[in-house]
């Protein structure tokens, strides 16, 4: 799948997005509200030719715990939405990284309210001791 394929699905799907197409890379950023329940977040989403892609939440800020710390956030700040082997360059982000944000967001949203982490990791431990798992947040 090329990256204007992609684009254009974002676009379908998200029309009121921002989709910008370069050489060798795409960034979407748009607005996405989970659930009813949860908040609006302001997301980026970005994919070079050939990687694997990144999700970031632009607004609001992610708020960590007294520590600094999030659950399930790369090093850079990007969200781990899923493990490196879950994604293929010939599937659509509008059917795996776009939806996963929204579920990272929607299991952020409960861990602040919790602190439990309701989503599975790599080891896919207990709610209990996902919550444990926490990284720095920059």
């Avoid at 990687?51 to 399930?72: D, F, I, R, S, Y």
Wanted: glycine letters at 6%; one cysteine or more.
């Amino acid at each position: 799948m090329n990256l204007a394929m992609q684009a254009i699905a974002l676009r379908r799907l998200m029309p009121e997005g921002s989709t910008r197409l370069r050489p060798g890379r795409l960034v979407w950023t748009g607005r996405v509200q989970p659930t009813a329940d949860t908040s609006r977040y302001h997301l980026r989403i970005e994919l070079k030719q050939n990687q694997t892609p990144t999700v970031w939440v632009l607004a609001p800020a992610l708020k960590p715990n007294v520590e600094g710390l999030l659950p399930h956030v790369w090093s850079n700040g990007s969200l781990c939405v899923s493990q490196r082997h879950d994604w293929a360059p010939t599937m659509y982000l509008t059917d795996t990284f776009l939806p996963w944000a929204c579920e990272w967001l929607t299991f952020y949203e409960l861990w602040l309210a919790t602190d439990i982490w309701y989503g599975d990791g790599v080891d896919r431990l207990d709610a209990e001791s996902q919550a444990r798992i926490l990284h720095p947040y920059s």
